[in-house]
């Protein structure tokens, strides 16, 4: 059983940073990217950035110049720094584990339990 713990999420002034941290627990064998994705009310579920396995990062428009996602691939971590933040990033974030094998199983996705950033105008 792959699970995902978020931790990082809070209130924020604008043009103020926050850093958001997702590991990854149980048994991964092969694991294709780790990302963020966000919510905000009355709207559908965003891709932040990716960070795939081997691979470039891809950004959010919205979000280039300000995010910066990484990983920490001994440890199944992913992180997201967020700065120069604007009152529009206001949203739940979830953390996203895409391509995993995990003992025998394979699934496309697991999702963290989402943390909520609030940016204050």
């Known amino acids: 059983q792959v699970q995902l713990v978020e931790f990082g999420g809070g209130l924020v002034q604008a043009g103020g940073s926050l850093r958001l941290s997702c590991a990854a627990s149980g048994i991964i064998s092969r694991l294709s990217a780790m990302g963020w994705y966000r919510q905000a009310p009355g709207k559908k579920r965003e891709l932040v950035a990716s960070a795939p396995t081997g691979g470039s990062a891809v950004y959010a428009d919205s979000v280039k110049g300000r995010f910066t996602i990484s990983r920490d691939n001994a440890k199944n971590t992913v992180y997201l720094q967020m700065n120069s933040l604007k009152p529009e990033d206001t949203a739940v974030y979830y953390c996203?584990?895409?391509?995993?094998?995990?003992?025998?199983?394979?699934?496309?996705?697991?999702w963290g339990q989402g943390t909520q950033v609030t940016v204050s105008s």
């Open positions: 996203n584990a895409h391509g995993v094998v995990s003992d025998i199983y394979y699934r496309d996705d697991y």
